[in-house]
């Protein structure tokens, strides 16, 4: 299996998409708690290029695993801000 040009123009915008995130994550404290799941994202996007070169196939497991993780880190930062907004206070 040949790595696709399609697979490494997304990773090349998902570096960008993080580096972003990380930039606006400076300015605005709020964003902090989805660097986890956007890291986690970038990861999948690495090995999913990654299990493309001969002998790497394990690697399929790995970006499952982190498919995963990013989906648990991005529900705990979201129901963090609903209980924050939300039940925290009582309402709007």
């Known amino acids: 299996m ?8 997304v990773l090349i915008m998902m570096c960008i998409a993080i580096i972003s995130l990380g930039a606006a994550a400076i300015r605005y404290r709020d964003l902090l708690k989805y660097i986890p799941a956007g890291l986690c994202i970038w990861l999948v996007f690495i090995f999913t290029n990654l299990e493309a070169v001969p002998g790497l196939e394990e690697l399929n497991l790995l970006e499952h695993v982190f498919i995963m993780l990013t ?14 907004a939300f039940i925290k206070r009582g309402g709007i």
């Open 71 to 84: 989906m648990i880190t991005f529900a705990s930062a979201l129901f963090y801000d609903y209980y924050s």
């Open 2 to 9: 040949a790595v696709e040009i399609v697979e490494v123009i």
